[in-house]
């Protein structure tokens, strides 16, 4: 089997990218899916809030999903092999197992990496206790739910404020379910201000900061969590214990990009974001692999990966077709003072913009990001707030560019 381009996974960044691609010319794409309709985890998010950036409308997420799909399917040289799972990668080949065909070997031109990310579980963050059922991760309640139409408890507590496990407090509330609280480890939220807003202070549920689970309760089912506080080194602190007393645990503490396949190519990964080091034309360390979406960092709006897949499927199909060289001269973007990261990690020079995001690495109440380069200042931006929850985006004039670039954020108050 032949493609010119393979984008591995169909969600929101992959279908993104196919579309970019188809549109700049690319003449035959694949896109490889290991589920059985495209979409990715938006199909389950049946709450509003998406495409506002992206299709300049509110949707849903089944509706921001549709209109990707529509958009693909508009375009008669895309095509899908659902229900397979990508075995290997490379620039000239990806390996594929498929139910239908079986082992399948796809020589193709470039590759784009959209495989998403997962949901952190009960043995990444070792909360002792016995195994009963009634605890899970976010997400798989999210599925039970509004996928496959199933209660899983009547009385819960959210581990986590990320925003999945915020949005689900507000969904089994409304399904009839008693959320008792939403308990962070972190002193302040891991998710965006407004779903602290919407979902847990318009439900009435409180948002426990410096505090965790540190007891698991029940045999069969769960019976109960004791809550503790934490010290500033995250610590549980002693004599400070109580306990819940619910059937459900829902685990909302992170979540991993699926590089597996990444790595397995030799991709080079950020050691923070888990994802792979690109080029602000999200291009890899290994010529003719791109990566994009939620394998390449957890994004906080799912417009944002959608925007990273059109740029990776324009510059696939520029690399395919030869229309850039990749002689310029290579920048480092490095995180400064308190900032966590920074992506793209590098960038070429020459003409145009690059875009640039970046997360805090604790709230920041009034500062400004400071950006420069070859420790000369080239830009400086006033923001009145900043979170770890929330994404930071700017575009950089590359022509501003001459030595390597270092993002901080210098704080006010």
């Known amino acids: 089997m032949k493609a010119d381009l393979v984008i591995i996974g169909a969600g929101p960044a992959g279908l993104a990218a196919a579309f970019s691609a188809a549109q700049n010319g690319v003449k035959k794409i694949l896109i490889v899916e290991r589920d059985k309709q495209a979409g990715g985890i938006l199909n389950q998010c049946i709450h509003s809030g998406f495409g506002l950036s992206y299709f300049k409308q509110e949707l849903t997420g089944p509706e921001f999903a549709l209109r990707l799909c529509q ?64 605890v899970m991760t976010a997400g798989l309640a999210q599925r039970y739910i509004n996928i496959e139409g199933k209660m899983i408890g009547k009385r819960a507590v959210i581990l986590g404020s990320g925003d999945i496990g915020m949005i689900m407090a507000r969904r089994l509330t409304l399904e009839g379910a008693k959320v008792l609280a939403c308990l962070e480890i972190m002193p302040y939220s891991s998710g965006l201000a407004r779903n602290i807003a919407q979902c847990l202070d318009d439900f009435g549920i409180p948002l426990l900061l410096s505090h965790t689970v540190t007891g698991i309760h029940g045999r069969e089912r769960l019976s109960g969590v004791t809550v503790s506080k934490v010290d500033a080194k995250l610590r549980p602190i002693k004599g400070t214990e109580f306990r819940y007393d ?43 692999i791109f990566a994009c979406g939620n394998v ?9 990966a959608a925007e990273e897949g059109e740029r990776a499927g324009k510059s696939a199909a520029e690399f395919i077709y030869k229309r850039t060289q990749n002689i310029l001269p290579e920048i480092k973007i490095a995180a400064g003072e308190n900032v966590g990261y920074a992506a793209p990690q590098k960038l070429r020079t020459g003409d145009g913009e690059a875009d640039i995001c970046f997360r805090v690495k604790q709230p920041v109440k ?25 994404m930071e985006r700017f575009k950089l004039q590359k022509s501003l560019i001459s030595e390597d670039v270092t993002i901080s954020v210098e704080v006010s108050e």
Request: glycine residues 10%; proline residues 6%; contains cysteine.
């Open 296 to 304: 390449l960092q957890v994004h906080d709006l799912v417009d944002y």
């Open 366 to 390: 009034k500062g400004e990001t400071v950006i420069t380069s070859g420790g000369k200042e080239i830009r400086r931006i006033k923001r009145a707030y900043m979170s770890p929850g929330e």
């Open 71 to 134: 958009r693909v399917e508009d375009e008669k040289n895309i095509g899908f092999m659902f229900d397979a799972m990508a075995l290997s990668v490379s620039p000239n080949r990806v390996t594929a197992l498929s139910a239908q065909k079986g082992l399948v070997n796809i020589e193709t031109k470039a590759v784009i990496l959209a495989m998403g990310c997962r949901e952190r579980t009960r043995p990444a963050i070792a909360v002792p206790g016995t195994r009963p059922s009634g």
């Open 246 to 288: 619910c059937d459900t645990l829902l685990l909302s503490v992170g979540l991993i990009p699926e590089n597996e396949l990444s790595a397995a190519a030799g991709v080079m990964l950020d050691p923070v974001t888990k994802g792979p080091v690109v080029f602000d034309n999200n291009e890899t360390n290994i010529p003719g």
